[in-house]
């Protein structure tokens, strides 16, 4: 199974060890599924989980951010998008997740960004909450 992270639910994993993101990070870990990405969600990635605002309330240290950047860069399925998405007007950015499913054929996009979840499906790829994906893993329906 493949799927696209978004940064706020890899984000969410960060600050805390619990909860469906964590749990999602973890099935990653094990090589349960493939993370599917592309160079401009690594460096939205990169900026978020190192921006002063957010560091304070990562739970991981500084080497762990830096071990697990590393991993996500070794593992990571990255796809460079070939063609530019503009669906999401409101927050053009959420168009670069959409660019990355679509390019890497993902199974699944899973965010926690109303946006995303307001489309619903994109090129026939789910978009999911993290809770809801925690549960497909759970049941193997991917």
Request: glycine share 4%; charged share 25%.
């Amino acid at each position: 199974m493949e799927a696209v992270l978004d940064t706020n639910v890899v984000v969410s994993a960060a600050i805390s060890p619990k909860g469906p993101p964590a749990e999602i990070i973890k099935s990653w870990r094990a090589r349960s599924l493939t993370w599917v990405t592309s160079p401009p969600l690594l460096q939205k990635l990169e900026s978020a989980v190192r921006s002063p605002r957010l560091k304070r309330y990562i739970a991981w240290s500084d080497d762990e951010l830096a071990e697990f950047l590393a991993l996500v860069r070794a593992v990571a399925r990255i796809v460079v998008p070939t063609s530019r998405i503009d669906i999401i007007r409101v927050d053009p950015a959420d168009n670069r997740v959409l660019e990355a499913a679509a390019e890497g054929r993902a199974d699944y996009v899973v965010t926690g960004d109303r946006h995303l979840l307001e489309v619903g499906r994109h090129e026939n790829i789910p978009i999911v909450t993290p809770a809801r994906f925690v549960a497909i893993i759970a049941t193997g329906l991917a």
